[in-house]
């Protein structure tokens, strides 16, 4: 079945560092989105990329899409202690694509020393 | 953004009975919901898709007579533990809209002892 593979599992960086999240689909993706849970919270939506090659920027945060639609990546600058927390990316495979139906990646757990 | 609520968000059971969750969608109706379960420092593992008005469609390996889901409205699907064991302990989480952007509930912190 589908598969969608992100590392690293874990990262711990210091404050002012940067940091990247990497994901992989095993079948072309129509979307894939990128959610960010905090301890003990629930996943909350940061963007979604369609288009093969897109790049979306917000902030501190830079999203990619690859070109073949099968991976992804979260860069993050300069991290602050708020960055905190655990990324996914999620996604939509072109199967899927009518029932909505999304594959989460493991996710990167993020820890930022101040 | 839209607005999913779970309900409750924390329950402590006793092994053998039976636990519903329930979950919301508050401004807008969907016809069909997702509902995750997430072990700790893990990622989210679909159970199961809820579509209103049917049979929902149980992901491999997931037991659909122990996870009971009913989406009798646009707007509520509810996910029912039977027959809990200390095993089923987790994180229940579920979800509506996942085309462009997925809303989660708050989640749902099942203990059963």
């Known amino acids: 079945g589908q598969q969608v593979m992100q590392i690293p599992q874990y990262q711990h960086v210091q404050e002012g560092e940067d940091f990247t999240t990497y994901c992989n689909s095993s079948t072309t993706l129509s979307n894939i989105q990128w959610y960010k849970q905090r301890p003990g919270g629930h996943p909350v939506f940061l963007i979604q990329l369609v288009k093969s090659g897109e790049v979306k920027k917000q902030k501190r945060l830079t999203f990619q899409f690859g070109e073949a639609k099968k991976n992804s990546s979260l860069h993050i600058t300069a991290t602050q202690t708020t960055d905190v927390g655990t990324y996914f990316c999620a996604g939509l495979s072109q199967g899927s694509s009518n029932t909505g139906k999304l594959i989460f990646g493991q996710g990167t757990t993020l820890q930022v020393k101040p | 953004g839209a607005v999913v609520s779970q309900h409750p968000s924390r329950v402590i059971c006793k092994s053998g009975t039976s636990v519903k969750i329930e979950c919301r969608s508050l401004d807008f109706q969907a016809t069909t919901m997702f509902w995750y379960r997430q072990f700790p420092k893990q990622s989210l593992m679909l159970m199961a898709t809820s579509n209103e008005g049917s049979k929902a469609t149980y992901e491999q390996g997931v037991e659909k007579d122990k996870f009971l889901i009913n989406h009798a409205s646009l707007t509520l699907s509810t996910l029912t533990v039977t027959s809990a064991h200390p095993e089923d302990s987790s994180f229940y989480i579920c979800?509506?809209?996942?085309?462009?952007?997925?809303?989660f509930g708050q989640g749902t912190r099942l203990t059963v002892v």
């Open positions: 979800s509506a809209g996942a085309y462009t952007e997925a809303f």
